[in-house]
């Protein structure tokens, strides 16, 4: 078996999205699967154009993410906008630093380094780029799955809004940078799935074909 790897795509073979089903043909004619009709396709069609928009969107949207707050306390009258920063400084001063660690890394850091992730995996398949394919495959799939994590700052923030509703000295409305952080949540999840990792194997193995 020292067959060099051989792609399935090579032979004309694809999977279907949906039902599993391993269909034979050419892409882009649309084919569909026998078996439940779905549209079927070697690989995810226009991967990297759609993961780049998405990103940008979800670069930008971070911005008012971060500068506009998230929560707006009304306390006797006073209205108090809080960022995500000033949350976390709040948490600190206050001695609870492990809340505002969570805070930290849920709404800061991830998203952050969710993004950072995704440019690093666009750019290494648009050159090719022949390092280290499996960890960036693993790369890939911590992106995919780490998203979900970030929703620990919704449950922070309704846990926050019930405690001090209990109160009821104070009232809380979410701000504008909460929608704008949700849309960074949403978007980088949506592109993380656009994102076809089997790209980051396609230049390795055409390498291969031709060295034989
Ligand atoms: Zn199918």
Same mark, same amino acid.
């Given at each position: 078996?020292?067959?060099?790897? #051989?792609?399935?795509? $090579?032979?004309?073979?694809?999977?279907?999205?949906?039902?599993?089903?391993?269909?034979?043909?050419?892409?882009?004619?649309?084919?569909?699967?026998?078996?439940?009709?779905?549209?079927?396709?070697?690989?995810?069609?226009?991967?990297?154009?759609?993961?780049?928009?998405?990103?940008?969107?979800?670069?930008?949207?971070?911005?008012?993410?971060?500068?506009?707050?998230?929560?707006?306390?009304?306390? =006797?009258?006073?209205? #108090?906008? $809080?960022?995500?920063?000033?949350?976390?400084?709040? =948490?600190?001063?206050?001695?609870?630093?492990?809340?505002?660690?969570?805070?930290?890394? @849920?709404?800061?850091?991830?998203?952050?380094?969710?993004?950072?992730?995704?440019?690093?995996?666009? &750019?290494?398949? #648009?050159?090719?780029?022949?390092?280290?394919?499996?960890?960036?495959?693993?790369?890939?799939?911590?992106?995919?799955?780490?998203?979900?994590?970030?929703?620990? $700052?919704? =449950? &922070?923030? @309704?846990?926050?809004?019930?405690?001090?509703?209990?109160?009821?000295?104070?009232?809380?409305?979410?701000?504008?940078?909460?929608?704008?952080?949700?849309?960074? /949540?949403?978007?980088?999840? /949506?592109?993380?799935?656009?994102? $076809?990792?089997?790209?980051?194997?396609?230049?390795?193995?055409?390498?291969?074909?031709?060295?034989?």
């Amino acid at each position: 078996m020292s067959c060099p790897a #051989q792609r399935a795509a $090579d032979l004309g073979l694809m999977g279907c999205h949906i039902c599993g089903l391993v269909v034979r043909g050419r892409s882009g004619h649309g084919l569909l699967c026998p078996r439940c009709g779905a549209a079927v396709h070697f690989r995810k069609p226009n991967s990297l154009s759609r993961t780049w928009a998405l990103l940008i969107t979800a670069m930008l949207m971070y911005i008012p993410a971060m500068a506009l707050p998230v929560m707006e306390t009304s306390y =006797f009258g006073n209205t #108090q906008g $809080d960022t995500i920063m000033s949350g976390v400084v709040y =948490f600190l001063k206050h001695g609870d630093w492990p809340l505002a660690l969570v805070i930290f890394v @849920a709404s800061v850091l991830v998203p952050l380094l969710k993004m950072i992730a995704l440019v690093y995996l666009l &750019v290494s398949v #648009q050159r090719h780029s022949l390092f280290r394919h499996r960890e960036r495959t693993r790369l890939y799939r911590i992106t995919e799955l780490i998203g979900r994590w970030s929703m620990v $700052d919704v =449950f &922070v923030v @309704a846990l926050l809004v019930a405690l001090v509703q209990l109160g009821a000295l104070a009232s809380i409305a979410p701000g504008l940078g909460a929608m704008a952080f949700a849309a960074v /949540v949403i978007l980088t999840i /949506v592109a993380a799935m656009s994102f $076809d990792p089997r790209l980051i194997w396609d230049h390795q193995e055409r390498i291969h074909s031709h060295e034989q």
